[in-house]
């Protein structure tokens, strides 16, 4: 069993920065695959970027790439996004996911993944 807790989360003006962090409780989450993923207010949950247990493989939505990075520190349970050039579009609360069966593989459907936070939200000002 994992529990995931983010944090981060905040108000922003478009074009600013914000870092998510996701900590995980569990000796076992290093060998888990890990995503972000983001729902809008009268949307369905998307995808936004994931990572392998040993970061060798990551994967983004197109919405995000070049202005995302998903990371992690193994040895502090922690996956990380960072989030530049931040859109009113961003706005969402963000959730982090871990993927125990598929550990190798940045997975992008939430289908794939069995452990959830309760999310941060993050808003961005236009």
């Known amino acids: 069993q994992v529990q995931l807790v983010e944090s981060g989360g905040g108000l922003v003006q478009a074009g600013g920065s914000l870092r998510l962090s996701c900590a995980a409780s569990?000796?076992?989450?290093?060998?888990?695959?890990t995503g972000w993923f983001r729902q809008a207010p009268g949307k369905e949950r998307e995808f936004v970027a994931s990572?392998?247990?040993?970061?060798?493989?990551?994967t983004y939505a197109d919405s995000v790439k070049g202005r995302f990075t998903i990371s992690r520190d193994n040895a502090k349970n922690t996956v990380y996004l960072q989030m530049n050039s931040l859109k009113s579009e961003d706005t969402a609360v963000y959730y982090c996911?871990?993927?125990?069966?598929?550990?190798?593989?940045?997975?992008?459907?939430?289908?794939?993944?069995?452990?959830w936070g309760q999310g941060t939200q993050v808003s961005v000002s236009s």
């Open positions: 569990g000796r076992t989450f290093s060998s888990y695959s």
């Open positions: 990572i392998s247990w040993r970061a060798g493989s990551r």
């Open positions: 996911a871990a993927n125990p069966r598929l550990p190798k593989v940045a997975a992008t459907s939430l289908y794939d993944y069995d452990y």
